[in-house]
């Protein structure tokens, strides 16, 4: 009896063992970022594990400075730069900043992280208001239900990547 007691506690332990190493997450291979066209406008989508697909952000021609005017190259670049921030895992906030004396918007871990070559995802147009770019190239209403915030009347933005990747519709 001792050693059918033993003999199920190892098989037990053994399946255990392998539920957690197949369980383990895959950060960044399930959930790919990409650049594609849609009624003649450019999108950077997120692709899910369960196949669904998002609308992460519009591009617009005159959201961006020369050289990266060309949207269809703009959008590539950024969707790629959204996912080495996912691989990363430090695509949880979106923030606003500055980079080479240029305004620019970032992926970040928390609230406060500068903005550097690591976390940006792409440079504005200096004559930009970052939070009328935000709004257009980002879903507003999803954005909005992400804890828009701007800090003391400001126009810098914060918002919540992971909650407003919830509240947007997929296709």
């Keep these: 009896m001792l050693k059918l007691t033993q003999v199920f506690m190892v098989a037990t332990l053994t399946a255990l063992s ?9 950060y960044g291979q399930s959930t790919t970022f990409y650049c594609d066209r849609r009624g003649g ?3 950077t989508f997120m692709r899910t594990e369960d ?10 021609l ?8 060309n949207i269809k190259s703009r ?14 895992g430090t695509l949880n906030k979106i923030v606003v900043g500055r980079l080479n004396n240029q305004p620019v918007i970032c992926a970040t871990k928390e609230i406060g992280t500068p903005c550097d070559h690591n976390n940006l995802l792409f440079t504005l147009t ?5 939070k009328d770019i935000s709004k257009r190239l980002f879903n507003p209403v999803a954005v909005g239900n992400s804890k828009y915030v701007t800090a003391n ?15 947007l519709q997929s296709e």
Excluded: H, W
């Design 153 to 167: 009347g400001s126009d810098d933005i914060n918002f919540d990547f992971n909650r407003y990747l919830e509240n």
């Design 18 to 26: 392998n539920i957690v190493t197949i369980s383990k997450p895959t």
């Design 126 to 130: 200096t004559q930009s208001q970052a």
């Design 51 to 60: 196949r669904r697909k998002y609308k992460v952000m519009q591009f617009a």
């Design 75 to 88: 959008c590539e670049e950024v969707s790629s730069r959204f996912q080495r921030s996912y691989d990363n």
């Design 41 to 43: 406008e450019f999108f």
């Design 62 to 69: 005159t959201d961006f400075p020369p050289p990266y005017n």
